[in-house]
């Protein structure tokens, strides 16, 4: 009896034992995940005997979920989210940033120019209290407006949502990131769908204004790649993933067809030709984060300015940041 308890224990653990060959890696839809897809299809780590396995991540909730339940290595994620982990004592290291611009207004009007043209309207944000909301929120606090007052703000549970509700006609304006705009603005030039859709324009660049308001260069360090764990002992995996993943970026940046339809394959949400457009209009760079580290604590201190619980209370000491030398 108690050798068949013991022979079921050590089944139930082999069940949910890390396989040791995979490496897992999380992600959201958008284009910080892309990269990814092409390490994948090339079977990137073969040299090392590591598969590497993709898993989707909605939204922040289920972010926070994969991070508390699953056996993550690696998670792609908003550059405020890793700070935010990381002083609530998750054993985190971000690696790079290799998102730096990646968020514009989409409107029914051409003559919008700046955030503040948009004072009084309704615009759709996806994701409150999260990258897009708070990059719009500091943007409009610097104008001297207030976000909550001065626009109707719809707030929805994704991009999708917003690109939706645009096409819908159910809002004029909203907040996206790319690929969304690119997409939105693909749809509503096809048929069927342009008899009901209406007249969409690419609006204002965020990062633009970023730079403009706070006088300072026109990108903002916005999402990247982590380690979950303790990194000793893995330095070569994760100096090899970082070079792969540069590789994979610079393959997305210079082939956006043949990006699109590789990308579609994992995320079939994606349209593929609107995939393809959006990739000139994103600023996508990997920089080391020990490198990105005076761009992430300016942001981080503007945010903590705002609202410190946006990057877990304070700015994180240099152990969030992976250095690998």
């Known amino acids: 009896m108690k050798k068949s308890l013991l022979f079921s224990f050590v089944f139930l653990l082999s069940l949910f034992a890390k396989d040791e060959n995979k ?5 959201p839809f958008a284009s910080v995940s892309h990269p990814i897809m092409h390490m994948i299809e090339n079977d990137a780590l073969k040299d090392l005997n590591k598969k590497i396995e993709f898993k989707l991540w909605k939204n922040p909730d289920e972010l926070k979920a994969m991070i508390l339940n699953s056996n993550i290595d690696f998670i792609a994620l908003p550059t405020n989210v890793a700070s935010n982990l990381y002083n609530k004592g998750v054993d985190l290291k971000l690696l790079n940033v290799s998102v730096w611009g990646i968020l514009a ?8 120019k700046t955030l503040k043209d948009f004072k009084g309207k309704e615009i759709a944000i996806p994701f409150r209290a999260d990258m897009p909301d708070i990059i719009f929120q500091e943007l409009t606090k610097k104008y001297g407006l207030d976000p909550k007052k001065d626009f109707k703000i719809q707030y929805v549970t994704n991009p999708i949502d917003a690109m939706q509700m645009l096409i819908l006609r159910r809002v004029d304006h909203a907040l996206l990131a790319e690929p969304a705009i690119s ?6 030039d096809s048929f069927p769908i342009k008899i009901v859709a209406p007249e969409l324009y690419r609006s204002v660049d965020l990062q633009e204004e970023w ?6 260069k026109s990108k903002v360090p916005q999402a990247g ?7 000793k002992g893995k330095e070569e995996l994760i100096n090899r993933f970082l070079q792969e993943y540069e590789k994979s970026l610079a393959w997305y940046k210079q ?6 339809t590789l990308v579609v394959k994992t995320l079939p949400m994606l349209e593929e030709k609107g995939l393809a457009d959006s ?3 994103v600023k996508l760079e990997s920089i080391s984060a020990f490198e990105a580290k005076e761009d992430l604590e300016f942001f981080f201190t503007i945010l903590k300015n705002s609202n410190a619980k946006l990057i877990g209370g304070n700015l994180p000491n240099e152990n969030l940041y992976y250095n690998s030398n």
């Open 23 to 27: 490496i897992i890696v999380a992600g």
């Open 105 to 112: 207004m989409i409107s029914r009007d051409a003559n919008l």
């Open 183 to 188: 997409i939105a603005l693909r749809k509503t």
């Open 211 to 216: 730079g403009k308001l706070f006088n300072t």
């Open 225 to 231: 790649i982590a380690y979950l764990g303790n990194t």
């Open 255 to 260: 082939n956006p067809q043949k990006a699109a």
């Open 279 to 281: 990739i000139k209009y």
